[in-house]
């Protein structure tokens, strides 16, 4: 069988951290295409996994008929453009989280897959999670019964990314916090619950940490270093509610807090047990057994989700077994986040069709 070519669009860290290694490790896959705006990227893509060419302009690879699918790795801003463009030109899709900056531009996307009968996946990698899966399956097997609430913590202390970055420019990323870290969070919330429907939502957001961006004093900066001319124009906090046909979700998210403590966790409480999910980490399960209290910590093989996310794309693009992270499934967590975004904005409760 011949390999499957793919072309990475956007050479910059999460395809160099999780994509280009993970096709690489593919036995069924080529890269043929690098593709970066910064051509130094590209060629160094190409120079450092001995394979591919490098390209400076997406539109050139179009048409390539070679081209199975393509990585969408760029910034928010250009995902659902990118994306089309590949659907309409024949071509599979796995687009990098969150699917676009916003629904509206998300259901664009949705309604070119739908169009061209393409595949068009989402990266919201946490579906391709071991630990994430084992607790998928206790709570479908209602070892905690009804789940009734859960409680989404992502905070750090004072670690706003690349401050007057893209990271922090909403036409660029969209949003701040709960559109970086958060889709993380609420994604694996509904697909742990079933992807329930949400039906209101209320949140504010905060801004006030780095608003003063040259005295901004942080603890890191993974994205880079300040750019103090730069744009700050995006939550660095938020808290929030979601009533949905399931559970009730609470959250509260945080690039930088005046708090010195990490507190990354999902709590799912259900009336018969509940988890901690310790985030990219290990999970605890609390519960009751002859009337005693009971603290249960399992220990399972964890493989590379992102090796698993691209391992199930390529295999998708074989059989068309139709994954979890499918636009037209992701497309509820892109409404979700959207609706806590115009609650901020209105300063009152949102209601979803």
């Not at 048409?63 to 463009?85: F, G, L």
């Not at 068009?120 to 070892?143: A, M, Q, T």
Request: hydrophobic share 35%; with cysteine.
């Amino acid at each position: 069988m011949a390999k499957l070519k793919v072309a990475v669009i956007g050479c910059g860290t999460i395809a160099n951290a999780a994509h280009i290694p993970a096709y690489i490790k593919n036995q069924d896959v080529e890269i043929k295409w690098f593709c970066d705006i910064i051509p130094e990227r590209a060629d160094e893509a190409v120079k450092k996994y001995g394979c591919g060419k490098a390209v400076y302009d997406y539109h050139e690879i179009l048409n390539d008929r070679e081209i199975d699918a393509v990585s969408v790795c760029t910034p928010n801003n250009v995902h659902a453009q990118i994306s089309i463009d590949f659907l309409k030109a024949g071509k599979d899709v796995l687009c990098e989280k969150p699917a676009a900056r916003t629904y509206d531009e998300a259901l664009t996307m949705l309604n070119a897959q739908k169009e061209t009968g393409k595949i068009l996946n989402i990266g919201v990698v946490n579906r391709f999670n071991d630990g994430v899966n084992k607790i998928k399956e206790l709570i479908d097997s209602g070892r905690l019964g009804k789940i009734y609430q859960v409680y989404v913590s992502f905070r750090a202390h004072r670690s706003i990314p690349g401050l007057g970055g893209a990271f922090t420019t909403k036409d660029i990323a969209g949003g701040g916090v709960l559109i970086d870290w958060g889709v993380h969070y609420l994604d694996i919330v509904m697909y742990c619950c079933g992807d329930p429907t949400a039906k209101t939502a209320t949140a504010e957001t905060f801004s006030k940490l780095g608003k003063d961006m040259n005295n901004y004093t942080y603890v890191d900066m993974w994205a880079g270093p300040p750019n103090y001319s730069g744009t700050y124009d995006v939550e660095e906090g938020i808290t929030g509610m979601i009533r949905t046909d399931g559970p009730i979700i609470t959250l509260n998210g945080a690039w930088a807090q005046n708090i010195g403590e990490k507190e990354t966790y999902i709590d799912f409480m259900g009336d018969k047990g509940g988890i901690r999910l310790y985030y990219g980490k290990n999970f605890i399960l609390y519960g009751t057994e002859n009337g005693m209290l009971t603290t249960t910590e399992f220990s399972y093989p964890q493989t590379n989700h992102f090796e698993n996310e691209i391992n199930a794309f390529v295999k998708d693009i074989s059989d068309r077994t139709k994954l979890p992270s499918a636009i037209d499934v992701n497309i509820k967590t892109s409404k979700l986040m959207q609706a806590l975004y115009d609650s901020a904005s209105l300063h009152k409760e949102i209601e979803l069709d």
